[in-house]
């Protein structure tokens, strides 16, 4: 946390255990002093605190990083408040310029529907759908108007607009920045004006928007709303955030095989950053873990517990078991029970076209590198010839340690 934390003698255990709640893991509380008294005034009314989280549905799918912000919505959910999953698709027509360069380009309406439906459905892994408010922010920026338009932009001023990082540095490099860019805050910080949010979240590159729910919440003579920002998440490498683009992430949709493969990769490090950033055990659990590591527990296992509970949210119990189970046999040089089923035609065929074709290479030249790296197996034993040519039958291809396949070929 980058502030100085309200002193909690005079709180109550509700409320002291809700702060605690909030902080967990977080980047900043702003203002903290706010939020007690919210906290305070929900506990003394009965009356539940209206929680924000708005996502734009640029992409289909939602990776681990994304469930940071979903983590803390659960968990505040839990605590009886009402969070409101808020689907910016009025706002994705704009593009979020925050940590941009350049300006986004637009996606059509039918993109964002889609990828719209696709959210929340993932989302729902996550929250409890039953206890969601569901709200999609075209409710309101839409029914605007150009005379709406011009009196939100009233509000605010360039010159606190090129304040923001993003622009300031845009602006200075002799980058472009669009109009309608600066549309982009105001209209989120509207969002907050229309649903009337006590807090809002976001990760810490969305700390100027939500500071803007709050200027413009008392514009509009309403109780201004907190701010809690919350870390980006490192992705698989440690370094970067979790991204698809610099393919260190892990979708919360992938085959639980994979999910909990690529758990058991991360760094020891970074595992317990995403023990608290991620995990639903308590922070005491955590410690407890943490220090049995120390006193010389091997950290694989609590690495091993990481996997299967975040396999376990996204698909079963079971299937974490079984996902285990299937990581050790592969470690141990084994073959999964399950293999994806591939029928080939036109035997005789080349190893380099039939990884190709059974979908285990995305190349002919890659499928020839990883033969010459020794990365390719059939039925056990390893494949050095890039010109072998099989003839027709059934084969279990493995490449590298994790991809099998049970191929036809005909």
């Known amino acids: 946390m980058n502030q100085t934390a309200v002193t909690t003698e005079s709180l109550s255990d509700g409320v002291g255990q809700a702060l605690d709640v909030t902080l967990r893991g977080a980047d900043e509380l702003l203002p903290q002093a706010e939020w007690v008294r919210k906290l305070t005034r929900a506990e003394s009314t009965g009356v539940p605190l209206r929680i924000k989280l708005g996502l734009d549905p640029t992409a289909p799918d939602i990776h681990l990083g ?16 009402q969070v409101i999953f808020l689907i910016g698709d009025f706002t994705t027509l704009i593009g979020d310029p925050s940590g941009r360069d350049t300006t986004r380009p637009p996606l059509t309406p ?9 959210y929340y459905r993932q989302a729902s892994l996550v929250l409890d759908p039953t206890r969601t408010e569901v709200r999609y922010n075209s409710e309101w920026c839409a029914p605007l108007g150009a005379a709406g338009m011009i009196q939100l932009t009233s509000r605010y001023t360039v010159a606190r607009m090129m304040e923001r990082d993003d622009f300031h540095k845009r ?7 669009s109009l309608h860019e600066f549309l982009y805050p105001l209209l989120q910080g509207y969002d907050s004006v229309a649903l009337k949010a006590d807090l809002e979240l976001g990760g810490t590159d969305q700390k100027f928007n939500l500071l803007m729910g709050r200027h413009l919440q008392q514009e509009y003579g309403q109780e201004p709303q907190c701010a809690l920002t919350m870390p980006l998440l490192e992705g698989l490498d440690g370094v970067q955030k979790m991204s698809k683009s610099k393919h260190n992430y892990i979708g919360i949709t992938e085959d639980a095989n994979t999910m909990f493969a690529k758990v058991l990769s991360i760094s020891d490090d970074l595992m317990w950053r995403w023990y608290t950033l991620l995990s639903f055990q ?3 659990a955590i410690a407890a873990l943490q220090a ?16 299967k509970e975040i396999t376990t949210r996204f698909h079963s119990a079971a299937a974490a078991e079984a996902a285990e189970q299937d990581f050790t046999n592969r470690s141990k040089g084994g073959v999964p029970d399950v293999l994806p089923e591939v029928t ?20 002919a ?12 197996r059939i039925d056990g034993a390893v494949v050095s010839d890039r010109g072998l040519r099989l003839e027709a039958g059934c084969f279990v291809v493995q490449v590298g340690k994790r991809k099998f396949a049970r191929v036809t070929l005909g």
């Not at 994304?66 to 408040?81: A, F, I, P, S, Y």
């Not at 602006?171 to 920045?177: E, K």
């Not at 080939?344 to 979908?359: D, E, F, N």
């Not at 030249?365 to 390719?376: K, P, T, Y």
């Open 66 to 81: 994304h469930t940071v912000v979903l983590n803390k919505m659960r968990q505040l959910q839990d605590l009886g408040h």
């Open 282 to 284: 308590s922070m005491a």
């Open 344 to 363: 080939l035609s036109a035997a005789p065929l080349g190893i380099a076209q039939l990884l190709k074709q059974a979908g285990l290479a995305p190349s």
């Open 365 to 376: 030249s890659e499928a020839n590198r990883l033969i010459d790296g020794g990365g390719v």
């Open 171 to 177: 602006f200075h490099g002799g980058l472009s920045i």
């Open 292 to 307: 049995e590591v120390a006193g010389g527990r091997n950290p694989k296992d609590a690495k091993v517990a990481l996997a």
């Open 110 to 118: 039918e993109q964002i529907q889609t990828n719209a439906e696709t």
